[in-house]
RNA sequence: GCGCCUGUAGCUCAGCUGGAUAGAGCAACGGACUUCUAAUCCGUAGGUCAGAGGUUCGAAUCCUCUCAGGCGUGCCA
């Protein structure tokens, strides 16, 4: 509604300007607003403000002269001229009836925009090491990095999910050696098992796993041997684990990127060697530096060391690189807020590779602290004291996890408590957007079987549905594209999970004061009909967070 | 020291990228079920948008400074 506004606005624009009653040399942006208020009507422009310097007349001068010109439109109720010089339009019910109907006649694709057809788009996410099972702040990555995923496939960007995996470093031989003293003290060997390894049970449950399968044959192979060939087993057990909860907690990755692969094809050499070519690196000391302070970081980073081995940043070059020669035009990493320190250089990679450092997003997520009873939770993976995601989605659900992950603004911290988040009733939002969804589609049951359905809504009569509570809800029904736009183009699915809440209070409100099921047969079709567009709307909003959408509750 | 993020109701947080009288949920208080699911709704109360300047028709939002908190500042990953 708001973009048929805009465009009716434009073209009366032009035709001040073309009789001479306007005479800007341009028009600027044109920006439609719903008043926060209800008596300064559906919708609300301050055009006429950010024309009057260049008119040089009085704003309400310049609304007045634009409102003339909106006499033969046939959209409005009636159009104001208020405050310092905002105009506000009344739509006619009928106007809103129509646009209703745009909701069912989307169905399933209702909320889908086509603002990023024709670009590609992969969105990195999770990307844990695969030294430990994920946990819960894993959980906010995934939730988000997914959402995002979804949200920006309904804006019409065609869309990837990747997943890098850090299968090079030294945390691989950390695991390696963790993994081979259990083994070993598993064989009846006492040994001191370092602080610096990696102290969870799960490592003991790996080690058991390689006692049944191997005996004691790798009791007295030299122990390099042994942790590099623990190091790949264990990693391959973790990251099937990992595989199988980020499946369970509904998320799919498209790709699975491993770290490694970029040294055996030679890509970090390559990248290296192609940004020496630029004049971006150069020697000091030994060991070779990127020059990330011609592109705004603090100070130069080290590429490869000086004892001859490539940092993690080495690989990060190669990784971003590869991926922009894959053909993306927009590269989304999610991180977790504690590497924000790497933005800057990242950036500045990205513009070493000629691009606009626009064309990288990078999602900070701030950490989740976790609750219990209100005792919070200490999170560790190396002291493994942690809470893992597969603990977290057992106890109160996938549905309830994912909302509650996606709640907040991904670079606020949130606070996550699991009493909360099991708890059925008005406190918990999860259940109450979704009751609402289940609501309707109880209603439907009951008015099938008085037979108040009809078989084919295109052509009921809307005109009575009026009251405050039926136009609140269509009004805000026809905002919902607009919201998973602004969404998208934003990397923000919290913009969903508000909106949601909001719709479902619109909703509950409604449902309060007006009876769907009654003797008046037209109006009962046009509230099932408005119903239906509310349960597809919460529906189709519900799927883009991965959440369910129950019908019975 | 330097850098990034945050500071909005008692608590947890929104605030559509500069609009009109700052919003919601919890918590508190008072109401509403012979009625389509009370897992709900309605009402009341609650504010120096951390503070001070600045920019302009207009600032929670933009710029500067101050204060408070978090994080980062490895030739770790």
Redesign the pocket.
């Known amino acids: 509604m708001k973009k048929l506004l805009r465009e009716r606005l434009g073209n009366c624009l032009e035709g001040c300007r073309t009789d001479g009653s306007l005479t800007s040399g341009r028009i600027p942006e044109i ?1 439609i ?5 209800a ?3 559906d919708f ?3 055009i006429a ?2 024309m ?2 260049e008119e040089k007349k009085a ?1 309400r001068k310049i609304a007045e002269t634009i409102v003339s010109h909106l006499a033969g439109e046939d959209l409005f109720d009636r159009v ?1 001229i ?7 339009f009344f739509l006619r019910k009928d106007v809103w009836h129509e646009a209703l109907r745009a909701v069912a006649a989307a169905g399933d694709s209702y909320g889908r925009s086509l603002v990023g057809k024709g670009k590609r788009v992969q969105v990195e996410f999770v990307s844990a ?1 695969p ?1 430990g099972p994920l946990h819960i702040g894993h959980g906010r990555g995934a939730a988000t990095g997914d959402a995002v995923a979804s949200i920006l496939k309904a804006a019409g960007f065609e869309v990837v999910r990747e997943y890098y995996i ?1 299968d ?5 031989d950390t695991l390696g050696r963790s993994v081979h003293l259990r083994y070993l003290e598993l064989l009846g060997r006492s040994i001191e098992f370092p602080a610096d390894c990696y102290q969870g049970d799960y490592i003991r449950d790996i080690a058991r796993d390689l006692v049944t399968k191997f005996g004691s044959k790798y009791q007295d192979a030299p122990a390099e041997e042994a942790i590099k060939v623990f190091a790949k087993l264990g990693g391959d057990v973790i990251l099937d684990g990992i595989k199988r909860d980020l499946e369970d907690f509904g998320v799919v990755h498209d790709t699975w990127f491993s ?1 490694q692969s970029l040294f055996d094809s030679g890509q970090v050499t390559k990248a290296i060697e192609s940004m020496r070519a630029k004049g971006l690196l150069y020697e ?4 070779l ?1 990127f020059r990330t302070t011609d592109f705004g970081d ?2 130069d ?2 590429v490869v ?3 001859g ?5 080495a ?1 990060d070059i190669a990784y971003h690189r590869e991926k922009f020669q894959r053909g993306f035009d927009w590269v989304v990493d999610v991180w977790g ?8 250089r990242l950036k500045a990679v990205v513009q070493g590779l000629g691009r606009d450092p626009g064309d990288l997003k990078i999602i ?1 997520v ?2 989740v ?1 976790l609750q219990r009873d209100g005792v919070p939770v200490a999170m560790s993976t190396r002291s493994g004291e942690f809470v893992t995601l597969k603990e977290v989605v057992d106890e109160v659900g996938r549905d309830a996890a994912r909302f509650f992950f996606l ?3 991904s ?5 996550f408590d699991l009493e909360l988040a099991k708890r ?6 999860v ?2 957007v ?3 969804h ?2 309707i ?3 439907f ?3 099938e079987e008085k037979g108040l359905v009809p078989a084919d809504f295109a052509g009921i009569s809307l005109a009575k549905l009026e009251t405050a509570e039926e136009m609140a809800l269509i009004k805000f029904l026809d ?1 919902f594209p ?1 919201t998973v736009e ?1 969404s998208a ?2 990397f ?1 699915p ?2 969903i999970t ?1 909106y949601l ?2 719709l ?2 619109l909703f ?11 003797d008046d047969a037209e109006l ?1 079709a046009a ?1 099932l009909f408005l119903l239906k567009c509310t349960a597809q709307t919460l529906k189709n909003g519900l799927l883009l967070l991965g959440v369910s959408a ?4």
Not at 550 to 553: H, T
Request: hydrophobic share 30%; aromatic share 10%.
């Open positions: 920006v607003e719903v008043p926060a208020h008596e300064h009507g609300a422009t301050n403000m950010l009057a310097r704003p104001e208020a405050g310092p010089g905002f105009i506000n090491n030294t850090n090079a470093g030294n945390q691989m770290e000091h000391e030994d060991a530096w603090d100070k980073r080290v060391r000086g004892n081995v490539t940092t993690y940043f690989s807020a504690d590497h924000h320190g790497y933005v800057p900070l701030q950490l602290a709640m907040r603004r670079d606020s911290q949130l606070d059925e009733s008005t406190e918990n939002p259940y109450y979704q009751y609402a289940a609501r589609c109880s209603i049951e009951n008015a905002s607009e602004g183009l934003n923000e919290h913009r508000y809440q909001e479902a209070g509950h409100s409604f449902y309060n004061r007006n009876r769907v099921i009654g009962s509230r129950p019908e019975r509750m």
